[in-house]
């Protein structure tokens, strides 16, 4: 599906976090403005993931669902390709016209 942005995405000044299955993560804050995600710390770095790719057990966690946490920047009036949707957290991971790829929120995507 071919979407195009209603305003800018900025990304985080945070390096992206792969986590696999298997892997432990310390579970942190559940964000407030989207409440499927949580905070975590893995040994690969840091990131927000959605707390439906863990078991959590208190503060630790083993990924049961592998997860990307990269972010794609975007601009006002730019076309990208939804290639999956996440409606439960309300984020698409999306492909741009130079082929990166990444999540974007759906508050700033709009069918083109």
Avoid: K
């Avoid at 863990?54 to 990307?68: E, F, K």
């Amino acid at each position: 599906m071919r979407c195009v942005l209603t305003a800018d995405h900025e990304i985080p000044d945070r390096a992206p976090l792969v986590i696999v299955p298997g892997d432990a993560v310390q579970i942190g804050d559940r964000d407030t403005e989207w409440p499927a995600f949580v905070f975590v710390t893995a040994a690969q770095g840091t990131g927000w993931v959605p707390a439906r790719h863990l078991d959590i057990d208190g503060s630790v966690g083993t990924v049961r669902l592998g997860y990307d946490t990269t972010e794609l920047p975007a601009r006002l009036g730019e076309d990208v390709d939804v290639l999956v949707d996440d409606s439960e957290s309300g984020w698409s991971w999306c492909r741009n016209a130079d082929g990166r790829e990444g999540w974007i929120p759906h508050r700033v995507l709009a069918v083109a």
